[in-house]
Structure formats: structure tokens, C-alpha cells
């Protein structure tokens, strides 16, 4: 059954008109893959993906790297957002598109199941991608389990070089998510690629929205810098380095490790099962994991011409290329490389 229609506006007046059933559908070029095909060479062969859903919270749009880019009107006088190649973005019930030089206009059909909204472009809904479009994204704690509690942090101000402390308002509205807060997150403080690094970006997320590790507190410096401190008087810290920012970068690497193994190998190696390397974090005090994956896992500090450095340790004590970790038939087998220390 017809749960919403995508009408197409072409730059010589003409218009196109297509019935959305529950699913996916590709918008392209005509003559190409695209389940929508326009008569348009101004869109990409494969340019767009919608996902409907029977309920209008749950239709989204997805640009798939398009040569002349994707837009959402956000205005009544015309002002476009621009989406980023393989971010999800919720559609709202009636949503104004421009794709490449051709017009759209999503509308959800029935009327009954909208509700009245206030939403914004930026307060769209973003995901991993839409194979993970139900997972909840939620905080962690310093351990790795699940959390409820989120922290505060608002728009990026623009002459500002880094998404923290800039706060104002919530990464969340409801249960809206500010995609642009985690895109600056992500890229600004994590160090992230947007594109290449899309499937991680709930890690930017989950930096966002987790709790300051039990043992922690934050106050504001009282010079005219009103700079954020960290201190944690158990270990004697006080740092500047946000905890959940240092976490989940240290998460992102290690994920980034584990894929381009998993690529390499051509299969998903199960979290549960590989064992971890735990370092203490000299800035902060923090256990930050580092996995130990099949083959070989070069312990140092790097920096060393030639040297390729797995798990980058920041210590006096550790040699630029220190030991060899090695993950073999579930045992972990150690090497020194010559280092200073042993």
C-alpha cells in the first residue's frame, strides 16, 4: 500500500510523481540502476537512497555520494542544507528536496499518524546507516557498559577550532539527534574523516552523550579563559583532556584497527574474543584498551623512521619499537624488540 509520494519539479517545468510503498528505493539518472529514475543528468546514476517506513518518523534519505550533491529546503526562502554523502537524515512528513538541479517534494500520506513538529534540519535524526537504523545509540562508562545519562553540549560555535565546552544547549532534543554536533565532534576532536570513517561515527555520538567517569569532576578555571578543568583527586589528575573525548578517541583508533584487519581478512573477528592490552594514559590516569588482533602487534612509542607502531604507547619508559605482541591459536605470545627498559 501507498504510504507516501516524492513529486519531482524539472528546471523546464515538467513533473514527475512517484508512490512510495514500504521499502528502499534508489533515485538516479534514467537508464541507470535507480529504483526512481529522473530524466536529469544532473543527478548521479545512483544519487539517493529513501527508506520508508508506515510511520512518518521512520523515513529517511541518504546521499550516496552524488557528482551534484543532495539538499534539504530548510526555509521559506530557499535556503539550503547540503547532506553529507552517507549520513541518514530523517524526512520529515513534508519535506522540500533538491537533488542535483531537480526539485522534490516528499509527502507522508496519512495525516493521522503526524504529529505536529517543531523539528529543524537541525534536530535530524542520524545513523550508522540503514542496516543499524534501530540501534540505540547510548553512553558507556569507563568499563564499557551501557549508561543512560547524558552530557550536555549544544552547536559548534563558528569561529571556534573544537565542538567541547562551546555549550549552550543538548546534544539531543527529545530523542532528536544534532547531527551537526557530532559531524564537528567527530572531526574536530575525535579526528575523524566524515566519509571514510562514516560506520564509526557513533562513536562521536557516544562521546557526547557519556557520563564523566565515576571518580571525576569538571569546574571552570576562574581566569578570563573560563577553561574547562578535569580533576580526579584519587589519582592526583587535573587535565584539560575531557575524559569521555580521550575514551572514545582511543576508541575510534582501535575500531579503525579492527576493520582494516576484518577487511584484510575478509570476516568479522567477535569483539568478546579477542584479548585487550590495557595502558595507563599519562595525561589522564585513564585504562584505555588496546586490542590485540591475530598476527602481529608492535608495542612502542613509534615515532622511529621505518618503525610501524600497532598499540602507540606515551611513556618515557617505553622504547620507540618496544615488543611484539602476537596472537596465536588463543595465546598471546611476547617479544621484546631490544627495548631500554626490558
Given at each position: 500500500a501507498t504510504v507516501a509520494t516524492i513529486?519531482?519539479?524539472?528546471?523546464?517545468?515538467?513533473?514527475?510523481?512517484?508512490?512510495?510503498?514500504?521499502?528502499?528505493?534508489?533515485?538516479g539518472i534514467s537508464g541507470g540502476p535507480a529504483d526512481i529514475p529522473i530524466e536529469s543528468k544532473s543527478l548521479s546514476r545512483k544519487h539517493a537512497r529513501l527508506k520508508i517506513e508506515s510511520t512518518p518518523d521512520n523515513c529517511f534519505i541518504e546521499d550516496l555520494n552524488s557528482t551534484n550533491k543532495s539538499s534539504i529546503v530548510v526555509s521559506d526562502d530557499g535556503s539550503l542544507f547540503q547532506l553529507k554523502p552517507y549520513i541518514i537524515y530523517k524526512l520529515l512528513p513534508k519535506t522540500e528536496l533538491l537533488l542535483g538541479e531537480v526539485g522534490a517534494l516528499f509527502e507522508f500520506r496519512d495525516s493521522s499518524k503526524i504529529q505536529s513538529s517543531n523539528e529543524t534540519v537541525h534536530q535530524i535524526e542520524l545513523s550508522r546507516g540503514f542496516a543499524h537504523q534501530s540501534d540505540s545509540l547510548y553512553g558507556l562508562d569507563q568499563t564499557g557498559h551501557a549508561g543512560s545519562s547524558e552530557l550536555g553540549m549544544s552547536d559548534l560555535r563558528p569561529e571556534s577550532t573544537s565542538t567541547e565546552f562551546t555549550t549552550k544547549g543538548n546534544v539531543t532534543n527529545g530523542d532528536k539527534i544534532n547531527h551537526q554536533l557530532i559531524l564537528d565532534h567527530a572531526i574536530l576532536d575525535l579526528g575523524m574523516d566524515p566519509t571514510s570513517d562514516n560506520e564509526l561515527l557513533w562513536i562521536s555520538e557516544l562521546s557526547l552523550k557519556m557520563p564523566i567517569p565515576e571518580g571525576w569532576s569538571e569546574s571552570?578555571?576562574?581566569?578570563?579563559?573560563?577553561?574547562?578543568?578535569?580533576?580526579?583527586?584519587?589519582?592526583?589528575?587535573?587535565?584539560?583532556?575531557?575524559?569521555?573525548?580521550?575514551?572514545?578517541?582511543?576508541?575510534?583508533?582501535?575500531?579503525?584497527?579492527?576493520?582494516?584487519?576484518?577487511?584484510?581478512?575478509?570476516?568479522?573477528?567477535?569483539?568478546?574474543?579477542?584479548?585487550?592490552?590495557?595502558?595507563?594514559d599519562a595525561a589522564t590516569g585513564l585504562d584505555l584498551f588496546h586490542y590485540i588482533l591475530p598476527g602481529r602487534n608492535v608495542v612502542g612509542k613509534g615515532f622511529k623512521a621505518g618503525a610501524s607502531v600497532d598499540i602507540r604507547v606515551a611513556s618515557a619508559a617505553c622504547s620507540k619499537a618496544h615488543a611484539l605482541l602476537e596472537l596465536r591459536g588463543g595465546r598471546v605470545l611476547v617479544t621484546d624488540l631490544g627495548s631500554t627498559n626490558g
Amino acid at each position: 500500500a501507498t504510504v507516501a509520494t516524492i513529486s519531482f519539479q524539472y528546471p523546464d517545468g515538467g513533473v514527475a510523481s512517484f508512490e512510495l510503498e514500504v521499502g528502499e528505493y534508489v533515485v538516479g539518472i534514467s537508464g541507470g540502476p535507480a529504483d526512481i529514475p529522473i530524466e536529469s543528468k544532473s543527478l548521479s546514476r545512483k544519487h539517493a537512497r529513501l527508506k520508508i517506513e508506515s510511520t512518518p518518523d521512520n523515513c529517511f534519505i541518504e546521499d550516496l555520494n552524488s557528482t551534484n550533491k543532495s539538499s534539504i529546503v530548510v526555509s521559506d526562502d530557499g535556503s539550503l542544507f547540503q547532506l553529507k554523502p552517507y549520513i541518514i537524515y530523517k524526512l520529515l512528513p513534508k519535506t522540500e528536496l533538491l537533488l542535483g538541479e531537480v526539485g522534490a517534494l516528499f509527502e507522508f500520506r496519512d495525516s493521522s499518524k503526524i504529529q505536529s513538529s517543531n523539528e529543524t534540519v537541525h534536530q535530524i535524526e542520524l545513523s550508522r546507516g540503514f542496516a543499524h537504523q534501530s540501534d540505540s545509540l547510548y553512553g558507556l562508562d569507563q568499563t564499557g557498559h551501557a549508561g543512560s545519562s547524558e552530557l550536555g553540549m549544544s552547536d559548534l560555535r563558528p569561529e571556534s577550532t573544537s565542538t567541547e565546552f562551546t555549550t549552550k544547549g543538548n546534544v539531543t532534543n527529545g530523542d532528536k539527534i544534532n547531527h551537526q554536533l557530532i559531524l564537528d565532534h567527530a572531526i574536530l576532536d575525535l579526528g575523524m574523516d566524515p566519509t571514510s570513517d562514516n560506520e564509526l561515527l557513533w562513536i562521536s555520538e557516544l562521546s557526547l552523550k557519556m557520563p564523566i567517569p565515576e571518580g571525576w569532576s569538571e569546574s571552570i578555571s576562574p581566569d578570563q579563559t573560563h577553561q574547562r578543568i578535569y580533576t580526579n583527586d584519587v589519582e592526583g589528575v587535573q587535565t584539560v583532556d575531557r575524559p569521555q573525548t580521550v575514551i572514545c578517541r582511543n576508541l575510534y583508533h582501535e575500531s579503525k584497527r579492527k576493520l582494516a584487519l576484518e577487511a584484510v581478512l575478509g570476516l568479522v573477528l567477535d569483539d568478546e574474543w579477542l584479548p585487550r592490552l590495557l595502558v595507563v594514559d599519562a595525561a589522564t590516569g585513564l585504562d584505555l584498551f588496546h586490542y590485540i588482533l591475530p598476527g602481529r602487534n608492535v608495542v612502542g612509542k613509534g615515532f622511529k623512521a621505518g618503525a610501524s607502531v600497532d598499540i602507540r604507547v606515551a611513556s618515557a619508559a617505553c622504547s620507540k619499537a618496544h615488543a611484539l605482541l602476537e596472537l596465536r591459536g588463543g595465546r598471546v605470545l611476547v617479544t621484546d624488540l631490544g627495548s631500554t627498559n626490558g
